[in-house]
């Protein structure tokens, strides 16, 4: 387990040299990092997920709801009722 963390760390660290030694210099340069097709790419990826966001916070709102609803209501139950509730069951 820690040669895998090891090994793991490892090869983060080299990323990181990687990111250092090609896109820091560059960017100083004023070149940019992405060309304009992947510009182009990361703002269409960054569309469809705000638009899948606001797709699913919309469908899943009433679901979400009803759900705080229903735990509010079996939170504030009052416990005597639970007892009595258990009697029956028995």
């Given at each position: 387990?820690?040669?895998?963390i090891?090994?793991?760390?490892l090869c983060?660290?080299?990323?990181?040299?990687?990111?250092?030694?090609?896109?820091?210099p560059?960017r100083?340069e004023?070149?940019?990092?992405?060309?304009?097709?992947?510009?182009?790419?990361?703002?269409?990826?960054?569309?469809?997920?705000?638009a899948?966001?606001?797709?699913?916070i919309?469908?899943?709102?009433?679901?979400i709801?009803?759900t705080?609803?229903?735990?509010a209501?079996?939170?504030?139950?009052?416990?005597?009722?639970?007892?009595?509730?258990?009697?029956?069951?028995?």
């Amino acid at each position: 387990m820690l040669a895998l963390i090891i090994g793991m760390l490892l090869c983060v660290g080299l990323a990181l040299a990687v990111v250092a030694v090609v896109a820091v210099p560059a960017r100083r340069e004023g070149r940019d990092l992405l060309s304009p097709q992947g510009e182009e790419i990361v703002a269409a990826v960054k569309e469809k997920t705000e638009a899948t966001l606001e797709s699913t916070i919309e469908k899943t709102g009433d679901v979400i709801s009803a759900t705080k609803d229903k735990v509010a209501e079996t939170v504030q139950r009052d416990p005597a009722e639970d007892a009595g509730q258990q009697r029956k069951a028995s």
